[in-house]
């Protein structure tokens, strides 16, 4: 069970930079959200960068997470 939560994780983060170009930045278990037939939904979105085709590296001034 907990093999198949992770792949669904991988598998949904996958498809967020493959086709939207999209990188989470602040992936933590409180981040995972389980529906009724335990697939994992992928939530809060805070930090998250939108990528143009052409970027390929991320440089911040002020790297910070949301760890507590």
Known sequence: MRYEIIKAICSGLCFL???????????????ILMDFMMMPK???????????????RIFTDNPAGNSI
């Open 17 to 31: 930079q493959e086709e939207y170009r999209i990188l989470h930045l602040d992936l933590k278990p409180e981040n």
């Open 42 to 56: 992928i939530a809060d979105f805070g930090l998250s960068s939108l990528f143009g085709v052409q970027q390929m």
